[in-house]
Structure formats: C-alpha cells, structure tokens
C-alpha cells in the first residue's frame, strides 16, 4: 500500500521531532550528569523531587509527583488510563522540583553549554520554571510522549517547547480548541521573560 503524500509528510515531519527530541534529550541528560563541582546547592534526593525511574502519575509516594498542581495530575492520570488502554505506559520521570534542584540543573546545563545564554534555552530558573511551581510534567518513554503529543489536548496537556518535546503542562482550553503552538525553547516564552510580567 502506498502512502499519501499527506502522510509521508506527517510521518517525515514526525521523524524530525524524534531526531530533534533525540539530541535534545542528549544534551539533557549530559546536562543533569555535569560534575557536582558546578553546583551552588547541597546534594539534593528525592524530596527536593528527585525521581527514580518508573514512577507513574500514579505514585503516592514522592513529592515530584504529589506535589504537582492537583489539575495537571488528575489530567495526567486520566491520560495515563487511555494510553494504558493502547499499550502505553506513561512514566513520569520529572515533575515539581524543589527551588535547589532547580538550580542545581541550571548550573549543570550553564557548566555543559558553557554559558548561562545557552543554557537558558533548556533549563529555566528556579524564579521561572513551572517544574517549580508544580505546573510542568516531563514524560518518558519517547513511545509516551509522542502517543501524548497525539492525544494530550483532549486533557488538556500540550507540549510547551520544540526543544524539549517530552516537557507537558496544563492547558485546559486545549480540550476545545487544541494546544498552542510551542515555544522554539524556553527562552521564546514570553512567561519567563522577567520584563514580561
């Protein structure tokens, strides 16, 4: 059976996103890996919402995921029973993070990218990140995140960035008219612009 051209653009453009989430996702965890020296912060663990792998929406136990906002965690648990229903499981594998982690990952992606400009388009302050406030969730596997980039809006959960394509928050008016378009990256984001407020 021969594709539409229709088609072969969709799954060309879907293609792209993997590749660019892929090297995204690279430069992320070498980021989250960068040397200990370069933190301003004490270790941080699992109650600054630190989260070992495998933890779902469904988790009790750690503040990373019970302390998201109580209408992202209702919208991602409803998600997470659909994809279940179509064979995927949604992990959750960052959600509210303690200011101190925050900044942790900040100084590691500035010791990475060698500037606080570059690391600024994948890692927002601890002022400015909706990690920190409860209102962001980063999803795992790739399989998970992209069945939730196809299906989200019907929660209300939408892709905030280009660059990091695994990072959702809350938008309940996607449920009627769909996500909006994300930001190239963080720094694109009019809402963590200090001049913007």
Request: with cysteine; charged share 20%; hydrophobic share 45%.
């Amino acid at each position: 059976m021969n594709a539409t051209p229709s088609t072969r653009r969709r799954l060309g453009a879907l293609a792209f996103v993997v590749a660019v989430a892929v090297a995204a996702l690279v430069g992320v965890v070498a980021a989250q890996s960068a040397s200990s020296a370069s933190r301003t912060a004490g270790p941080v663990g699992e109650a600054d919402g630190v989260l070992p792998e495998g933890v779902t929406a469904y988790d009790e136990r750690h503040p990373g995921v019970t302390r998201l906002d109580p209408e992202l965690l209702a919208a991602l648990r409803a998600a997470a029973d659909d994809a279940a229903r179509d064979g995927v499981e949604l992990i959750v594998t960052s959600g509210w993070r303690s200011p101190a982690y925050q900044q942790q990952l900040l100084d590691d992606a500035v010791a990475h990218y060698g500037s606080e400009a570059e690391a600024a388009r994948w890692v927002a302050s601890p002022e400015t990140s909706a990690h920190v406030s409860g209102d962001a969730v980063d999803i795992g596997p790739t399989a998970a995140w992209l069945w939730l980039s196809e299906n989200g809006a019907a929660y209300g959960l939408c892709q905030s960035y280009a660059n990091e394509l695994w990072h959702f928050e809350l938008r309940p008016e996607a449920t009627a008219h769909g996500c909006p378009e994300m930001y190239l990256d963080p720094t694109d984001d009019p809402r963590l612009n200090a001049s913007a407020r």
